[in-house]
């Protein structure tokens, strides 16, 4: 093909057709400016598609990750709401002047230990040494990384700063001090479930430190609860967010 070009042009200079080579020659440059263009379309194009693909593999990805830590939130919420429960029957029951019930032995046993958040950073660290970036859809973008870089890190940051050294300084010592523990066996066994019951209990109707660490774990315990359930509630909608984006990007 060069050659036959490489032909034609010759002829026509041999036979002093310079205007009509000129246009040939101008012609020729544009085929091949066409040709160039033609190609880095098809190249820009296949990279798209590339970075298309990653797109929607780190954010499958990333909702499988969301899956396991809204079901790690739901424990989290459960087990907050269960000690709270613990915190206020043992309190009342202090305030008041009933009589003891083995019933309340669960409530005792109840009145310490909380929770840590589990979170599954691995699909959001891939994305980020790729690039952020390839999340193409700003909103979602700036959601997933406000989750993954604040969101999560300030509850994981209250849990160790703050609840954590609340509930293992003050609220897990008084109790040791005053309840005889024992653990749950048999089928009501559930893991580091405990029953308590009072060491001393006319001592511990008129005890107000230990009043004060159940105040102060009851105030904890409805913190903790709203966080997670605010947590939970970002969580879903950033799944929900995802889930629209892929069904845009696979349609």
């Known amino acids: 093909m060069i050659k036959f070009f490489r032909k034609i042009r010759q002829q026509m200079l041999a036979e002093s057709k310079f205007t009509q080579y000129l246009i040939y020659a101008v012609g020729e440059i544009v085929l091949v400016v066409i040709g160039i263009l033609i190609a880095l379309q098809v190249s820009n194009w296949n990279h798209e598609r590339q970075l298309d693909k990653l797109q929607v593999k780190y954010l499958k990805e990333i909702s499988n990750n969301l899956k396991a830590d809204a079901t790690d939130i739901r424990f989290n919420i459960k087990f907050n709401e269960k000690r709270l429960r613990a915190n206020h029957i043992v309190l009342d029951f202090l305030n008041g002047d009933a009589p003891y019930s083995d019933t309340l032995d669960i409530h005792f046993g109840n009145l310490i230990y ?24 700003d909103s ?7 989750l993954y870089s604040f969101q999560y ?3 994981i940051d209250f849990e160790i700063q703050d609840d954590h050294a609340m509930q293992y300084k003050v609220v897990v010592p008084a109790v040791q001090k005053r309840v005889k523990l024992r653990l749950l066996t048999g089928d009501d066994a559930t893991g580091g479930h405990h029953l308590g019951s009072p060491i001393d209990l006319p001592s511990l109707r008129n005890d107000d430190e230990f009043k004060n660490a159940l105040v102060l774990n009851i105030e904890l315990r409805e913190y903790m609860l709203n966080t997670y359930g605010e947590l939970g509630n970002n969580v879903k909608e950033c799944q929900e967010a995802i889930t629209t984006e892929l069904e845009r990007l696979e349609d």
């Open 140 to 146: 979602l973008r700036r959601r997933i990384t406000n």
């Open 114 to 137: 909380t929770t840590r958040s589990v979170v599954d950073f691995s699909a959001f660290e891939a994305l980020k040494s790729h690039g952020i970036e390839i999340i193409t859809n």
């Open 153 to 155: 890190y300030n509850v």
